[in-house]
């Protein structure tokens, strides 16, 4: 099977723009979720996706938003973007008791 | 204070040293999970425990759930500069979300 992908691997935006990144999960799997990485705070969960409905979200602002289509694939937005947005965003799809998740390579968002 | 409490933070060996890395909490859990990231890309999940005790293998990476399963440790025989990289504990907690350590950087030197 093809691993998660994401879109674009890496993307460089103003303080201020938006932007959109994209994932395309594991064949087979329903549950999609968006991670933040960055040095300073580590791996923060920031939703998660199953069947086009959030199931679940982390404790970050309303500019980061997401959603998923009836194919599982996913994307999440960010808004209003800030310098300390800048990080590595991971999605990860994942299925079965105990629950697995499965990485994408990231995409690398600089905010200048 | 952080859900997964992971130690030590960096860790910098010989290749063929052995070592172990911790992941501790207050917090009891149904499962935990290890993954090994390399710089620019996403995490690999390497194992997944779910019994208190449990021990498990992978070539020469053994996983320990503790008793309580409160607690997990990874240790490394005879450490090659393949396994270099960031060993990320994670679960699911708090009605179903996911929690990730702050990971153990290593640096196996040849």
């Known amino acids: 099977k093809a691993g998660v992908t994401q879109t674009p691997r890496y993307l460089i935006k103003t303080r201020g723009q938006q932007v959109t990144l994209s994932c395309s999960p594991i064949s087979g799997h329903r549950s999609v979720s968006w991670y933040q990485q960055t040095p300073g705070q580590g791996l923060q969960f920031l939703f998660e996706y199953f069947s086009e409905t959030q199931r679940n979200k982390g404790n970050f602002p309303g500019r980061f938003s997401g959603r998923q289509f009836s194919n599982s694939r996913s994307e999440m937005n960010v808004s209003t973007l800030e310098l300390g947005d800048s990080a590595l965003y991971l999605c990860?799809?994942?299925?079965?008791?105990?629950?697995?998740?499965?990485f994408g390579p990231g995409t690398r968002l600089t905010v200048t | 204070t952080q859900l997964l409490e992971q130690s030590p933070q960096f860790l910098s060996i010989q290749e063929g040293e052995n070592l172990t890395v911790y992941c501790n909490s207050s917090s009891v859990f149904s499962s935990l999970q290890w993954y090994r990231q390399e710089p620019g890309e996403g995490p690999v999940l390497l194992v997944t425990v779910v019994t208190g005790g449990e021990v498990k293998k992978l070539k020469r990476l053994t996983f320990q759930f503790g008793d309580a399963r409160k607690d997990s440790s990874l240790h490394i025989t005879a450490a090659q500069p393949g396994d270099t990289g960031l060993y990320l504990c994670?679960?699911?907690?708090?009605?179903?979300?996911?929690?990730f350590g702050s990971g153990t950087k290593l640096n196996v030197k040849p």
């Open positions: 990860a799809s994942g299925q079965g008791r105990p629950y697995e998740q499965y």
């Open positions: 994670a679960t699911q907690y708090n009605f179903n979300k996911f929690y």
